[in-house]
């Protein structure tokens, strides 16, 4: 059974900081490129940043120099580290893995960002 697990959203001010993980089972973590995905209300799912099997990253040119996605492949997780967290990032993100015709979701965590 595949589980895609995140975790760390919430509330936080803008300028604030927060750190999602993507806890991974049931794949084979290391082969799989992985994102990050959010969506505000109203809007479509949009990626935000990935990071394939061999470590190289891509951004949304939104969050490009504020947010850095990571994995570690001996705990099946991916991170995405917020920083700067402007009012625009407020969205239910989601985590997503995809190996060739294999693509997995997450069930979503929500980050808020207001004052």
């Known amino acids: 059974q595949v589980q895609l697990v995140e975790s760390g959203g919430g509330l936080v001010q803008p300028g604030g900081s927060l750190r999602l993980s993507c806890a991974c089972s049931?794949?084979?973590?290391?082969?799989?490129?992985m994102g990050w995905y959010r969506q505000a209300p109203g809007k479509p799912r949009e990626l935000v940043a990935r990071?394939?099997?061999?470590?190289?990253?891509d951004y949304a040119d939104s969050v490009k120099g504020r947010f850095t996605i990571s994995r570690d492949n001996a705990k099946n997780t991916v991170y995405l580290q917020m920083n700067n967290l402007k009012p625009e990032d407020t969205a239910v993100y989601y985590c997503?893995?995809?190996?060739?015709?294999?693509?997995?979701w997450g069930q979503g965590t929500q980050v808020t960002v207001s004052s």
């Open positions: 997503n893995g995809e190996w060739r015709s294999l693509n997995y």
């Open positions: 049931g794949i084979i973590f290391g082969i799989y490129a």
């Open positions: 990071i394939t099997s061999g470590g190289s990253t």
